[in-house]
């Protein structure tokens, strides 16, 4: 874990950037343009799919390609505890109300609960659909150096969104810095995250409101260094970005057309 990781639970930053800029798998020689195609069309198909035997084997496919590049897995499993909460806190509801074989039901204050097989099977497959995109999310930026992911965000999106997005990810860890500074030293002092919140809540509220002022005086300094060095306003970048080759261009058609034709049996299958 880095200096500026807060959590096991929480995607480290400068862990990610480390493994995107030092590993030489074979994934980090594919153009960043076909991987990011890749998140497209994966987006695509967890979108119009909702067949679970379809989803699981994309899951796998997808995990077996973030073992192969040597990415921390167990991180990654660790790093799940965020969209499955997300996902569970969302549908967890939606799935009592569900058609179907009852499993489960009880009584709350004088109304009937049922979880039925679908129910169930709803859970599941919106939460296997989260973990594809962020699993392949996580693949895409721990093989990608960061001159090309800004190279690609500088090309994609207008002004000012582009400027927006470069900024936000450097500042994101400055912020994240800071808070694991200040973190580490409510820990020193005998607080912890469970303990502060149920007896010394006041205080990690204050916690967090000094990250936030932090946070910005040391943005505002960093705008003013980079004022001082010439910033007109417009963060540029002319890093040259690696090519498609033409099996990259066979695999992304390849990829479109398992799409299509998913799309097209999605009604015959169910999903």
Same mark, same amino acid.
């Given at each position: *874990?880095? %200096? @500026?990781?807060?959590?096991? !639970?929480? /995607?480290?930053?400068?862990? +990610? &950037?480390y493994y $995107? #800029?030092?590993?030489?798998?074979c994934f980090s020689r594919l153009s960043p343009w076909t991987k990011f195609a890749f998140l497209i069309l994966i987006i695509l198909l967890v979108t119009l799919s909702g067949n679970l035997a379809i989803l699981a084997v994309l899951y796998l496919v997808i995990l077996g390609a973030y073992a192969a590049a040597h990415l921390p897995v167990w991180k990654l499993f660790g790093w799940y505890t965020m969209p499955a909460v997300f996902v569970l806190s969302l549908v967890g509801i939606m799935a009592w109300s569900e058609p179907g074989n009852p499993i489960i039901s009880f009584a709350v204050a004088g109304f009937p609960l049922v979880l039925t097989d679908k129910g169930i099977l709803l859970v599941v497959t919106l939460l296997l659909k989260a973990l594809i995109v962020v699993t392949f999310s996580l693949f895409f930026?721990? &093989? &990608?150096?960061y001159m090309h992911f800004s190279a690609m965000i500088y090309r994609i999106f207008p002004s000012p969104l582009d400027q927006i997005f470069l900024m936000a990810y450097r500042f994101l860890f400055l &912020?994240?810095? *800071?808070?694991?500074?200040?973190?580490? @030293?409510?820990r020193s002092r005998g607080g912890g995250l469970i303990h502060s919140v149920r007896v010394q809540g006041r205080m990690f509220a204050e916690v967090f409101a000094l990250v936030f002022i932090r946070s910005f005086e040391r943005s505002e300094?960093? !705008?003013? %260094? *980079? +004022?001082?060095?010439?910033?007109?306003?417009?963060?540029?970048?002319?890093?040259g970005i /690696? @090519?498609?080759? !033409?099996? #990259?261009?066979?695999?992304?058609? %390849?990829? @479109? $057309?398992?799409?299509v034709a998913v799309a097209l049996m999605t009604p015959s299958l169910g999903g």
């Open positions: *874990m880095s %200096a @500026a990781s807060l959590s096991d !639970h929480i /995607p480290d930053l400068n862990l +990610i &950037t $995107a #800029e030092k590993q030489q798998s930026l721990m &093989t &990608t150096r &912020t994240l810095a *800071m808070t694991g500074s200040i973190l580490k @030293a409510v300094r960093v !705008h003013k %260094a *980079m +004022i001082a060095r010439g910033f007109s306003g417009s963060y540029g970048t002319a890093t /690696p @090519a498609l080759r !033409h099996a #990259e261009y066979l695999l992304i058609c %390849a990829g @479109a $057309a398992v799409v």
